[in-house]
């Protein structure tokens, strides 16, 4: 099974500031098959990129992707106040399919 | 739009079955694959398992087979994830997702259906 390790666990910023989130895999991710989720509280996750780097539809462009084999980032350029949520990354590569442990971004 | 709206609320004993639906809408049921995803109070997410709609084809996670099962009407566009023997820590929401048809990524997802399990 494939672990992915998310830092930091919390990141406390302020609008209009600079987003880096990492996750990190115990093993490399085939064909960078990984994708990341927003989930702000009491919702369902919302997918936000996938295969590393590719938005999803609808997905601003200020949301980008970056990495492969072992190491992955999702960089928000400038945050929004519907930006503060968790984070959280996910390997497709190989079955189980599993999530690191997310990333609370939240305000300054 | 696409939609997936999953079951009410549950509160079962331990030793129970559970048996969450979730009915989807706005595009063909049978061209996409529903996976079943649950989240523990507080916790991360975990994915369970995956059924193909168009023919039936599992797969589910190691952890949870033998107690789980998924199924899928296709006359009602409702797929179904029943867990049995029932724990303290299945206690979650539970969530229903549209598997996308390059890979197992999650185009979109239920409303979750929260299961607890309590003597």
């Known amino acids: 099974e494939i672990v992915l390790t998310q830092s930091p666990g919390t990141l406390s910023l302020s609008p209009g500031e600079r987003a880096t989130l990492s996750c990190r895999a115990s093993?490399?991710?085939?064909?960078?098959?990984l994708a990341w989720y927003q989930q702000k509280p009491g919702q369902a996750p919302r997918l936000l990129l996938y295969?590393?780097?590719t938005r999803a539809p609808a997905i601003p462009d200020r949301f980008s992707g970056s990495g492969s084999g072992t190491d992955f980032t999702l960089t928000i350029s400038r945050l929004e106040p519907e930006d503060f949520a968790v984070y959280y990354c996910?390997?497709?590569?190989?079955?189980?399919?599993?999530f690191g442990q997310g990333t609370n971004l939240e305000i300054k | 739009q696409v939609q997936l709206v999953q079951s009410g609320p549950e509160v079962k004993k331990p030793g129970a079955s559970v048996k969450v639906s979730c009915m989807a809408s706005?595009?063909?049921?049978?061209?996409?694959?529903i996976s079943w995803v649950r989240q523990a109070p507080g916790q991360g997410l975990e994915w369970m398992g995956w059924?193909?709609?168009?023919?039936?084809?599992?797969k589910y996670a190691e952890k949870f087979q033998g107690r789980v099962t998924m199924t899928t009407d296709t006359s009602t566009s409702t797929a179904y994830m029943e867990l049995g023997s029932l724990r303290s820590d299945d206690t979650a929401v539970y969530f229903c997702a549209r598997t996308s048809f390059w890979g197992f990524y999650f185009e979109y997802w239920g409303q979750g259906t929260l299961v607890s399990v309590s003597s």
């Open positions: 706005d595009y063909t049921f049978t061209n996409y694959g």
């Open positions: 295969g590393a780097s």
């Open positions: 093993q490399s991710v085939t064909s960078s098959f």
């Open positions: 059924i193909s709609p168009y023919n039936g084809n599992r």
């Open positions: 996910q390997q497709y590569g190989g079955s189980p399919y599993t």
